[in-house]
Nanobody, 115 residues
């Protein structure tokens, strides 16, 4: 059974940076699109960024120019570098395939941007 584990979240001041990591227990990163999602309190989980196997990337407008997604297929890992963080980036962040596979959702990692 594949398990995704997210880490790297925390409390950061506006304008700060965080680097999120996602690791998998199985070799799921070598095939398909990997994405980072987030869910703020009272809202639905939504896709923030994704990266294809060839390295093409997509970002929602709200994070474009501030976030960078990367993947390391050999080490079954994905990353989300987040810079110039804003209070509206506060959410629980998850990684998963795109579209998300229900059995793969992990616990996520909390990102809180506050002064």
């Amino acid at each position: 059974q594949v398990q995704l584990v997210e880490s790297g979240g925390g409390l950061v001041q506006p304008g700060g940076s965080l680097r999120l990591s996602c690791t998998a227990s199985g070799s799921i990163f070598s095939i398909g699109v990997m994405g980072w999602y987030r869910q703020a309190p009272g809202t639905q989980r939504k896709l923030v960024a994704y990266i294809t196997t060839s390295g093409s990337t997509y970002y929602i407008d709200a994070v474009k120019g501030r976030f960078t997604i990367a993947r390391d297929n050999a080490n079954n890992a994905a990353y989300l570098e987040m810079n110039s963080l804003k209070p509206e980036d506060t959410a629980v962040y998850y990684c998963n395939k795109v579209p998300g596979i229900r059995e793969y959702w992990g616990q996520g990692t909390q990102v809180t941007v506050s002064s």
